[in-house]
């Protein structure tokens, strides 16, 4: 059939859907005979409800199906014939005067834009270099060791210093009155890691086991207790007791425990060194890949499918209430979230999900087999059983499908560094590491 499609705006078209009457009435009264074989009504056998009645009760409801399906077929047909690709669904109404013996409807829809990449060449992209230093792998062995201490009673003239667990009682009051959540017995604590604020470990270093203090204590106005946020309390606390840690040594006791069979300390090194050298290089790809993302955007142009955006729209937001729900908040799916919040980081993924398809498509950057096994190895290589992992993600399409679209964002992130106006920028590991 011939298809007449008209340019509304930038992206949305119309295009009319003629239906004959004739066959409309044929398909209604098809369905019609297929129900009244197995409908059931008072007063009648099964299969014997006379068409007049069967129409009756059922006429409308069936005619609105069929219109729903031919409508749906027509549209499908008329897209095909265009070659229009459609974004989102197109919003469909019965045009006035329609011609005769026919039912006539209007589609309107968008489709997607055409996406014009511009020169690459011209594009500034700082890409981020990282080494694994002795340092970095010193500092994982101390963790690892720190994982493994244990903690022995001090002696009475000693004092709390960092890395002493302490076991305190405390009772905090604002203007001499006690908060919730202010008073504890027998809380435990690791000194100078950070687990309380600032000041209480300040007042609780240097304090021997059965000493008392009262200190102020500020808390900042982004604390997480909205009651007290910057407010200052007065805490007497006391200390129970006092335990020395003491780090295993680096010896073969502790590689072995660690899993390297050989028992050696240099095993233990490069296997340290090759975990962190793993994750050295998955942090700069995606670091990296952010940087030419966003030089990628900044050279395309595009005009955004508004069905697209407000479908991206819908889905930060179910995404947000799914959070709220899982931290807790009470009603989450009937909280209140204004979907402005969402709109330039739903444009930002329109934009760049069509702006990479089309560099993917143009210049054959798709996921290669090879690509993907080799991908999904290197995720397995720091599991224990790596060989399981790889028939994880082998036995589950939606699984692959997502390790398929990182090996085609790294396809795209080096073809246009390959491409692209490049600058090296040497970072320290705990900077990458985001321990700076």
């Known amino acids: 059939m011939a298809v007449t499609v008209e340019t509304l705006e930038k992206l949305e078209r119309k295009i009319t859907l003629s239906l004959p009457l004739a066959a409309i009435q044929t398909e209604v009264e098809a369905r019609l005979k297929k129900v009244a074989r197995t409908v059931k ?38 897209v095909a014939e265009t070659g229009l690709r459609v974004a989102g669904q197109p919003r469909i109404s019965e045009k006035e005067g329609a011609t005769e013996g026919h039912a ?39 963790i690892l060791r720190k994982q493994r201490r244990t903690f022995a009673q001090r002696a009475a003239d000693e004092a709390a210093v960092d890395g002493d667990r302490v076991t305190v009682d405390f009772e905090g009051k604002i203007d001499g009155e006690a908060f919730a959540g202010g008073k504890a017995e027998g809380f435990q604590f690791l000194v100078g890691e ?73 095993a233990l090194r490069a296997d340290i060194k090759k975990n962190l050298e793993r994750e050295v290089k998955f942090r700069l790809q995606a670091r990296n890949k952010q940087a030419v993302m966003d030089a990628l955007v900044s050279v395309a142009e595009l005009d955004l499918p508004k069905a697209s ?91 692959l499908a997502e390790v398929e679209a990182v090996v085609i964002e790294n396809n795209v992130t080096e073809f246009v560094l390959g491409k692209a106006k490049v600058s090296d920028k040497a970072v320290s590991f705990e900077e990458l590491m985001g321990q700076a």
């Open 104 to 142: 006539d409807f209007e589609a309107v829809f968008e489709v997607f834009p055409e996406v014009k990449i511009g020169d690459l060449a011209g594009a500034a992209v700082e890409k981020l270099t990282a080494e694994v230093d002795d340092a970095a792998i010193e500092k994982t062995l101390d």
């Open 194 to 266: 950070g687990q309380m604020l600032k000041e209480f470990e300040d007042a609780v270093r240097g304090m021997k086991a059965g000493e008392s203090k009262t200190f102020p204590l500020a808390f900042p106005e982004d604390y997480h207790g909205k009651d007290v946020a910057g407010k200052t309390a007065d805490f007497l606390v006391t200390v129970n007791k006092l335990e020395a840690a003491h780090l295993p040594e680096v010896n073969e006791a502790l590689v072995k425990s660690l899993g390297i069979a050989d028992g050696s300390v240099e």
């Open 309 to 399: 955006v407000q479908a991206e729209v819908a889905r930060l937001m179910e995404g947000a209430r799914a959070d709220l729900k899982q931290r807790g908040i009470k009603d989450a799916d009937k909280a209140e979230i204004p979907e402005d919040i969402f709109l330039p980081q739903a444009e930002r993924r329109v934009r760049l999900g069509l702006v990479v398809a089309e560099l993917v498509k143009t210049n054959k950057l798709e996921a290669t087999p090879e690509q993907l096994k080799a991908h999904v190895d290197e995720l397995a290589a720091s599991y224990e059983k790596p060989e399981e992992v790889v028939r994880w993600y082998f036995g589950d399409r939606q699984r």
């Open 41 to 78: 009504m008072d007063g009648f056998r099964p299969g014997k409800v006379p068409m007049n009645v069967v129409a009756q009760r059922y006429g409308y409801s069936v005619q609105y199906e069929v219109l729903n399906d031919k409508v749906g077929e027509a549209f499908a047909q008329a």
